[in-house]
C-alpha cells in the first residue's frame, strides 16, 4: 500500500510546549501548603511548641525546685517573685504548672504512641485478612468498645494501683480501640486497588503489602487520629489524678494541681486557674491542629 506524503504534517516541537508551567510538589510539601493556609491549625502548632519548649527548659532556667517548700510563703497570690503564686505548702506554682507539663504531654505522647503500634497493626490485620479472622478480631473490639472507655481505665487503674508507668499500661490498653477500627476501614477500601494486585502478582507477602502499600496510603487518617488522641489522653490522666487516681507524690501534672486547687477555690483561686487554663489551651490547641491536619491531608480538598 502506497502512502501519499503530502497527507501527513509533521509535528514541530516548540521550547514552549516543554515548558513547566508549575513546580511539582510532594504529597508531604502539598499537605504543609495547605495547613499554613490554615491561620487557627497554624497558631495552634506555634502554642503547642511553645508549650512543648517552656515545659522541657523553663525548669532547668529556674532556681526554685517544684517541691520545694516554704512555709514562709504560702498561698502567696501572683507576684513579680511567685508569677503564678504559692501553694499551701509555699511551693512556686509556676514551676509546678511547668513540670505538670512534662508529665501531662508526655502521657499524651506515649498514649498515642501506643495508640498508634496497637491500633494500626490489629486494625491493619483485620481488614487486610478479611474472612473470619476479621470478624474475630473486630468482635472482640466492639465488646472492648462497648465499655465506656473512661470506666474501664479507671478500673485498670484500681487494679494497678496509681502512678505514671501504670497510667502508660492503663491507656495503652484502652486507647488503640478507635485507631484500629480507622486503620481496618482504610484498609478493606484500599486492598482491592490494582497496585495491591500488581504486588501479589509479584509475589509480594502480606506484611510487606501491609506495611509497603496500603499504610502508606493510610498516612492521612492514622495523623489525624494520633493527634486526637494526644488531648484525649491528657483529659483522661488530668481526670484520674482529679479523683486521686493519677501520678503519686511528689509528682504533680496538671490535673493533680487542679486536684489540689479545688480545696482552696473560694479563698485562692488562682491555684486553680493556672492549672485549668493550661489544660484548656493545650487541649484546643491539639483540636485545632487536628482539624487543620484532616482539611490538609485530605485530597479531595487539593487545588
Known amino acids: 500500500m502506497q502512502f501519499d506524503n503530502d497527507a501527513f504534517t509533521p509535528v514541530v516541537r516548540s521550547g514552549q510546549a516543554e515548558t513547566t508551567l508549575r513546580p511539582g510538589s510532594t504529597w508531604s510539601q502539598d499537605a504543609w501548603r495547605r495547613l499554613q493556609q490554615n491561620k487557627p491549625a497554624m497558631i495552634a502548632l506555634y502554642t503547642i511548641a511553645i508549650i ?3 515545659a522541657i ?3 532547668w532556667i529556674s532556681n526554685l525546685s517544684y517541691s520545694a517548700q516554704d512555709l514562709s510563703q504560702t498561698n502567696q497570690p ?3 517573685a511567685h508569677w503564678f503564686g504559692t501553694d499551701s505548702l509555699g511551693r512556686d506554682l509556676f514551676i509546678r504548672v511547668l513540670y505538670g507539663a512534662r508529665i501531662s504531654l508526655s502521657i499524651g505522647v506515649v498514649a498515642s504512641l501506643i495508640n498508634l503500634t496497637i491500633g494500626v497493626i490489629y486494625g491493619g490485620l483485620a481488614g487486610f485478612l478479611g474472612g473470619r479472622v476479621d470478624r474475630i478480631m473486630m468482635n472482640i473490639v466492639d465488646i472492648l468498645y462497648g465499655i465506656p472507655l473512661l470506666l474501664y481505665v479507671i ?3 484500681v487494679v494497678l494501683k496509681p ?6 499500661i492503663a491507656l495503652g490498653i484502652a486507647y488503640w480501640l478507635g485507631m484500629a477500627r480507622i486503620v481496618r476501614g482504610q484498609i478493606l477500601s ?19 503489602i501491609l506495611f509497603r502499600h496500603l499504610l502508606p496510603n ?3 487518617p492514622i495523623i489525624i487520629t494520633m493527634t486526637l488522641a494526644i488531648p484525649e489522653a491528657i483529659f483522661t490522666e488530668a481526670f484520674l489524678s482529679f479523683i486521686g487516681l493519677g501520678v503519686s507524690a511528689p509528682m504533680a501534672s496538671w490535673g493533680v494541681l487542679a486536684s489540689e486547687g479545688v480545696t ?8 486553680l486557674f493556672f492549672p485549668a487554663i493550661a489544660i484548656s489551651v493545650t487541649m484546643l490547641a491539639f483540636n485545632f491542629l487536628g482539624d487543620g491536619l484532616r482539611d490538609a491531608l485530605d485530597p479531595r480538598v487539593r487545588r
Open 78 to 80: 501572683p507576684s513579680a
Open 155 to 157: 478500673l485498670l487503674m
Open 264 to 271: 482552696s477555690l473560694r479563698s485562692y483561686p488562682f491555684q
Open 57 to 59: 527548659i523553663g525548669p
Open 218 to 220: 493510610s498516612l492521612g
Open 190 to 208: 484500599l486492598k482491592h486497588q490494582e497496585y495491591v494486585l500488581a504486588a501479589r502478582t509479584l509475589g509480594a507477602g502480606t506484611w510487606r
Open 163 to 168: 502512678g505514671l508507668t501504670n497510667i502508660f
Open 52 to 54: 512543648i519548649t517552656v
